[in-house]
């Protein structure tokens, strides 16, 4: 098993940042990619951004290329993502996520492990 814990979310104005932490613990050898998500009240949890776990390559949703970025520290087992110039639709809760599958990337079926999420708030 894999748990994962989410931190960083918050309340901020439109323009600012954040960053989100995703700290993995358990059976972190097993995970060949981490990714985050987000869900907005009465919308389907969407894709964020992925990493994998060994090579570090990322992918985002196009969206959101530019003011996203994704990082880990393999040392910590955390992920951290990076949200520059947030909107106002940004506002929502933010998983993140763990797949073994090596195919698994945008889709929330091919996660095998989820944290509780985050709540983040951007206000106008």
């Known amino acids: 098993q894999v748990q994962l814990v989410e931190s960083g979310g918050g309340l901020v104005q439109a323009g600012a940042s954040l960053r989100l932490s995703c700290a993995a613990s358990?059976?972190?050898?097993?995970?060949?990619?981490m990714g985050w998500f987000r869900q907005a009240p009465g919308k389907e949890r969407e894709f964020v951004a992925a990493?994998?776990?060994?090579?570090?390559?990322?992918y985002y949703a196009d969206s959101l290329k530019g003011r996203f970025a994704l990082s880990r520290d393999n040392a910590k087992n955390t992920v951290y993502l990076q949200m520059n110039s947030l909107k106002p639709e940004d506002t929502g809760v933010y998983y993140c996520?763990?797949?073994?599958?090596?195919?698994?990337?945008?889709?929330?079926?091919?996660?095998?492990?989820w944290g509780q999420g985050t709540q983040v708030t951007v206000s106008s």
């Open positions: 996520a763990a797949t073994k599958n090596p195919y698994g990337r945008y889709d929330t079926f091919t996660y095998d492990y």
């Open positions: 358990g059976r972190t050898f097993s995970i060949y990619a």
């Open positions: 990493i994998t776990w060994s090579g570090g390559n990322t």
